[in-house]
Structure formats: C-alpha cells, structure tokens
C-alpha cells in the first residue's frame, strides 16, 4: 500500500475552550466542522463500501482500505474532540443529531451511486478545505498543539486520500450529470450547515451578536492569512467534463506534512493499539 492508515490519538485532555490562539469566532467554525465528522465520515465509507464489487483493480481495492481505515480514524479522533465541546457546553449533540438524521434521510430517499457521488462532492471540499489549512499555516496560529497536529493530519489524509471515492464512482459507471448534480445539492446543504453550526455555537459562546466576532470571522476566512476565496477556482474545477481530484495538485503540502509527520514530537503521541 503506497500510504499508510496512521491509527493515531490525539491528547485531547487539557484543550481549553477557545483552543485556536484565543480566537472565538474562528476556533468555532473548526469546532463546527468537527461536528459533520463522525457521521459524515460513516458515511462516506459505508458509500464506498457499498460499490466494493465495482471494484476490480488490485490497486483501487487497496486504496479503498486505505480510505476507510483513515476515515475510521479520523472518525473516531473527532468524536473525541466533539465530546470535549460537550463537556465545555456547546450544544453537540443537538447538532450532530441534525447531521445523522440529514444523512439517514439521503441514505433512505436516494440510490447507492448517488450517495456515493455525494461522498465525491463533500471529498473535493475536504481535500480544499484540507489543502487551505496546509497551505496556511497562519490558520493555526497560537494553537493548542494536539489541536494543530490533529488538523494538519486529518487536512493531510483527506488530500492522501483524495480520488479515491471519485475513482470507485467512475468505476461503478458514474456520470458527468449524476455527480454535477450532487455537487450543486451538497454545496447548498453543507455551507447551509456551516452557518447553521457557526450560529450555534457562537450562541453558546454568547458571541453571536458581536459585530466584532463576525468580523474576526470574515477576515480569517476570506482576507488573510489566507482566504478561502483563493479555493473557489478549484472548486470549480469540479464542474469541468473532464475532471479528476488529481489535477489539483497539493503534492508539495502533502510531502512538507510527511516529513513534518516524521520529524513532529506531537505526531508520536501514544498510537491507539
Ligand atoms: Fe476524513
Ligand atoms: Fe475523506
């Protein structure tokens, strides 16, 4: 297998509330995509898994384990770090039920394949999303340690993994207008989400009516140290004919991480048996 399913676990013990440099605002939209997680990566894998017997190339079929055994991971550290935000007194389980039951519903209303072309579309905002906080370190800046280390890995493996639900997708006869049609569905769900959870969360910290917080918020996301809108090209480029994840290349972020990996003491924190 030319990757590697890292079985880590993160120290989660001692985070304190506003982990990302004291930022609220900013710390809560992380906090808030670590909600979709658990579910989210269930999901992905159970759609993928669904396809297996599409799956006739020795090299895929080792992907695919690869995929789900990092998704598994990731999976599981996130729950982890969502039961951390319960405990500080963020409404988790309210919100990470409103995601399981979202995805119960597509599971029991739409087809296999086009679950799976929902996998792909979310996969391509994992592998951006994945890539911006790679490419900026000044996203993470002043971050508690564990909580950089599990970002930068978790933003790693999902650009480590990112063709492989797309690959399976075109192996089980996916087409152009099925996976374009998901994309457009699951780009409206998710960002409605996010603010959902940013809205949510910032009550809970009773900062959701601060100008100040949302404008902290707007500049990290859209102004520096790096805007998202530098992403919106490659988002794009899912709605080419012709599109494949790997013509973006993140192969640089990826190599930089490995060796950061190699050499980070926060990366040989105990390994889950
Ligand atoms: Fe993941
Ligand atoms: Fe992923």
Same mark, same amino acid.
């Given at each position: 297998m030319a990757n590697n399913v890292r079985n880590l676990r993160f120290d989660l013990e001692s985070i304190p509330r506003h982990w990302n440099g004291g930022r609220k605002s900013v710390t809560t939209f992380l906090d808030g995509l670590s909600l979709f997680f658990p579910a989210g990566e269930r999901f992905f894998v159970t759609s993928v898994r669904a396809h297996q017997q599409c799956v006739k190339d020795e090299w895929l079929a080792s992907e695919v384990r690869m995929f789900c055994g990092q998704e598994g991971v990731h999976s599981r550290e996130h729950a982890r770090y969502n039961e951390i935000l319960k405990e500080q007194g963020y409404p988790v389980e309210k919100l990470e039920g409103r995601v399981e039951r979202l995805l119960a519903r597509v599971t029991k209303n739409t087809s296999a394949r086009r679950q /799976? @072309?929902?996998?792909c579309a979310l996969e391509h905002f994992t592998a951006l999303l994945g890539q911006w906080l790679l490419g900026e370190p000044g996203l993470l800046d002043g971050a508690h340690p564990s909580m950089a280390a599990l970002w930068r890995w978790h933003a790693a493996e999902e650009n480590e993994h990112k063709s492989v639900a797309f690959e399976v997708f075109l192996a089980a006869g996916g %087409?152009?207008?099925?996976r374009v049609m998901a994309m457009i569905g699951a780009t409206v769900i998710f960002w409605a989400k996010v603010i959902e959870h940013q809205i949510r969360m910032m009550q809970a910290d009773g900062t959701a009516t601060s100008l100040a917080e949302w404008r902290a918020l707007a500049r990290f996301l859209f102004v520096e140290p790096g %805007?998202? %809108? @530098? /992403?919106v090209g490659h988002y794009l480029k899912y709605f080419r004919p012709g599109f494949h994840p790997s013509q973006i290349d993140s192969s640089g972020l990826l190599e930089a991480?490995?060796?950061e990996y190699q050499e980070s003491p926060m990366y040989s924190e105990p390994k889950a048996a």
């Amino acid at each position: 297998m030319a990757n590697n399913v890292r079985n880590l676990r993160f120290d989660l013990e001692s985070i304190p509330r506003h982990w990302n440099g004291g930022r609220k605002s900013v710390t809560t939209f992380l906090d808030g995509l670590s909600l979709f997680f658990p579910a989210g990566e269930r999901f992905f894998v159970t759609s993928v898994r669904a396809h297996q017997q599409c799956v006739k190339d020795e090299w895929l079929a080792s992907e695919v384990r690869m995929f789900c055994g990092q998704e598994g991971v990731h999976s599981r550290e996130h729950a982890r770090y969502n039961e951390i935000l319960k405990e500080q007194g963020y409404p988790v389980e309210k919100l990470e039920g409103r995601v399981e039951r979202l995805l119960a519903r597509v599971t029991k209303n739409t087809s296999a394949r086009r679950q /799976l @072309a929902v996998t792909c579309a979310l996969e391509h905002f994992t592998a951006l999303l994945g890539q911006w906080l790679l490419g900026e370190p000044g996203l993470l800046d002043g971050a508690h340690p564990s909580m950089a280390a599990l970002w930068r890995w978790h933003a790693a493996e999902e650009n480590e993994h990112k063709s492989v639900a797309f690959e399976v997708f075109l192996a089980a006869g996916g %087409g152009y207008g099925e996976r374009v049609m998901a994309m457009i569905g699951a780009t409206v769900i998710f960002w409605a989400k996010v603010i959902e959870h940013q809205i949510r969360m910032m009550q809970a910290d009773g900062t959701a009516t601060s100008l100040a917080e949302w404008r902290a918020l707007a500049r990290f996301l859209f102004v520096e140290p790096g %805007g998202m %809108g @530098a /992403l919106v090209g490659h988002y794009l480029k899912y709605f080419r004919p012709g599109f494949h994840p790997s013509q973006i290349d993140s192969s640089g972020l990826l190599e930089a991480w490995k060796k950061e990996y190699q050499e980070s003491p926060m990366y040989s924190e105990p390994k889950a048996a």
